[in-house]
C-alpha cells in the first residue's frame, strides 16, 4: 500500500494509519492528532499552520512527510521585510540586460523594410514582450512548488516573523493554488503541493489566513511518546537511562523557566550522555550538562538549584514505573 502511494504522489494517502506507518518509517513519531491532520489536508487540499513551541518537531515534520511521499521539500523561511520578489520570482535582469544589447546591435536587420516611424515602431514592440516572458522569469520558492509537476511538499517556516502584508499576498496561493503574475497572467499547480506552515506564535496571524488552513498545534509530548521519539533519534539508548532523563525533561518543563527544553534538545541531551557512556542519570553529570537542555543562564541557574531535588525525582519516578 505505501509503495503503490509514493511511486504515484497524486493518490490520495488511504488512511490514517498510513501516515503513522509512513512517518515512522521517515523517522518522525507522529501523534495521532499530527496524521490525522496530514490525512485530511492531503484529502481537503488544505494548507496546515503548525503552530506549537520552537523545537518541536514541526520543521520536522514537513521533511519527513517530503521524505516519506518521496516529493522535493521546498522550504521557504519568512522574516520581516519578506515579499514577493523574494518569495514567488524575479527577473533575471542580467540576461535582459544582455538581450537589450543584442537586439541595439541589431535594430537595423530587424526594422528592414519599415516604411515610416510607426511600422518600425510596430515590429520593435513585438520583440519588447518577450523581455517579461518565462525566458527572463526566475522563480522562487513558492513559484517553484507550483511548477512540480508531480506535487511537492512546500514548508513556509516562522510566517509569524513576516509581514501582514505578506500574509495577504499569500491568500491566493492558500486558497486556490495559484499565483498572478501581471506580466504573464495567472498560473496555477498541476498538482497542488501539501503546505504546511509553521508558527511559534511570537505575532497573532490574521483570521484570513487561519480560515484557509486546519489548524495543528504541536506541544510538548507527554513521557511515552517523548520516550518513543528519543528511542528513534538516539537508537541503542539504555531503557533505563532513557526513562530517567525524559523523567528529568518533563519536571524542568514545570519550572519557571524563560526558555523551556524542547524535544530538539531533548534528543541532543540524548546523543550528548550516550556519547559520555552514561549509565545512570546521576547529580554531576547533569550539572555538567545542563547547558544542553537550557540555552539561558539565568535558567541554568534557577534549575541547578534544584538538581539534586530533580535528579532524585527522576530515578525515582523509574523505580516505580518498574
Given at each position: 500500500m505505501?509503495?503503490?502511494?509514493k511511486?504515484?504522489?497524486?493518490?490520495?494517502?488511504?488512511?490514517?494509519?498510513?501516515?503513522?506507518?509512513?512517518?515512522g518509517?521517515?523517522?518522525y513519531?507522529?501523534s495521532?492528532?499530527i496524521?490525522?491532520?496530514?490525512?485530511i489536508?492531503?484529502?481537503?487540499?488544505?494548507p496546515?499552520?503548525?503552530?506549537?513551541?520552537?523545537?518541536?518537531?514541526?520543521?520536522?515534520?514537513?521533511?519527513?512527510?517530503?521524505?516519506?511521499?518521496?516529493?522535493?521539500?521546498?522550504?521557504?523561511?519568512?522574516?520581516?521585510?519578506?515579499?514577493?520578489?523574494?518569495?514567488?520570482?524575479?527577473w533575471?535582469?542580467g540576461?535582459?540586460?544582455?538581450?537589450?544589447?543584442i537586439?541595439?546591435?541589431?535594430?537595423g536587420?530587424?526594422?528592414?523594410?519599415?516604411?515610416d516611424?510607426?511600422?518600425?515602431?510596430?515590429k520593435?514592440?513585438?520583440?519588447?514582450d518577450?523581455?517579461?516572458?518565462?525566458?527572463?522569469?526566475?522563480?522562487?520558492?513558492?513559484l517553484?512548488?507550483?511548477?512540480q509537476?508531480?506535487?511537492?511538499?512546500?514548508?513556509?517556516?516562522?510566517?509569524?516573523k513576516?509581514?501582514?502584508?505578506?500574509e495577504?499576498?499569500?491568500?491566493?496561493?492558500?486558497s486556490d493554488?495559484?499565483?498572478?503574475?501581471?506580466e504573464?497572467g495567472?498560473?496555477?499547480?498541476?498538482?497542488p503541493p501539501?503546505?504546511?506552515l509553521?508558527s511559534n506564535?511570537?505575532?497573532?496571524?490574521?483570521?484570513a489566513?487561519?480560515r484557509?488552513?486546519?489548524?495543528?498545534?504541536?506541544?510538548?509530548?507527554?513521557?511515552?511518546l517523548?520516550?518513543?521519539?528519543?528511542a528513534?533519534?538516539?537508537?541503542?539508548?539504555d531503557?533505563?537511562?532513557?526513562?530517567?532523563?525524559?523523567?528529568?525533561?518533563?519536571?524542568?518543563?514545570?519550572l519557571?523557566l524563560?526558555?523551556?527544553?524542547?524535544?530538539?534538545?531533548?534528543?541532543?541531551?540524548?546523543?550528548?550522555?550516550?556519547?559520555?557512556?552514561?549509565?545512570?542519570?546521576g547529580?554531576?553529570?547533569?550539572r555538567?550538562?545542563?547547558?544542553v537542555?537550557?540555552?539561558?543562564?539565568?535558567?541554568?541557574?534557577?534549575?541547578g538549584?534544584?538538581?539534586?531535588?530533580?535528579?532524585?525525582k527522576?530515578q525515582?519516578?523509574?523505580?516505580?514505573?518498574r
Open positions: 505505501q509503495k503503490s502511494e511511486s504515484d504522489p497524486r493518490r490520495l494517502i488511504r488512511s490514517i494509519d498510513a501516515v503513522d506507518a509512513g512517518l518509517a521517515a523517522g513519531i507522529a495521532r492528532r496524521s490525522t491532520a496530514i490525512y489536508a492531503q484529502h481537503l487540499r488544505k496546515i499552520l503548525v503552530e506549537g513551541p520552537a523545537g518541536v518537531g514541526k520543521t520536522e515534520l514537513a521533511k519527513s512527510l517530503a521524505s516519506w511521499l518521496t516529493l522535493p521539500l521546498i522550504r521557504m523561511q519568512c522574516y520581516e521585510g519578506l515579499d514577493e520578489s523574494k518569495a514567488l520570482y524575479e533575471k535582469y540576461k535582459q540586460l544582455l538581450y537589450t544589447q537586439l541595439r546591435e541589431k535594430v536587420t530587424l526594422i528592414g523594410g519599415a516604411n516611424l510607426g511600422s518600425a515602431l510596430e520593435l514592440h513585438g520583440f519588447g518577450i523581455f517579461f516572458s518565462k525566458s527572463f522569469l526566475e522563480p522562487r520558492p513558492l517553484r512548488a507550483l511548477e509537476p508531480g506535487g511537492a511538499v512546500l514548508l513556509i517556516d516562522e510566517i509569524d513576516s509581514d501582514q502584508e505578506f495577504a499576498f499569500l491568500l491566493e496561493l492558500l493554488y495559484q499565483v498572478t503574475i501581471p504573464i495567472t498560473v496555477t499547480a498541476l498538482v501539501i503546505v504546511l509553521t506564535s511570537t505575532r497573532d496571524l490574521g483570521d489566513l487561519k484557509r488552513c486546519l489548524h495543528l498545534y504541536i506541544g510538548f509530548p507527554d513521557e511515552k517523548e520516550a518513543r521519539i528519543i528513534s533519534r538516539v537508537p541503542g539508548i531503557s533505563r537511562l532513557l526513562a530517567q532523563l525524559v523523567a528529568f525533561v518533563q519536571q524542568l518543563r514545570g519557571d524563560k526558555k523551556l527544553p524542547s524535544v530538539s534538545e531533548s534528543i541532543d541531551w540524548a546523543r550528548v550522555l550516550v556519547l559520555m557512556h552514561t549509565a545512570v542519570l547529580e554531576d553529570i547533569v555538567d550538562t545542563l547547558n537542555l537550557l540555552k539561558f543562564e539565568s535558567d541554568v541557574d534557577a534549575a538549584k534544584r538538581i539534586a531535588e530533580l535528579t532524585r527522576a525515582h519516578a523509574v523505580v516505580m514505573e
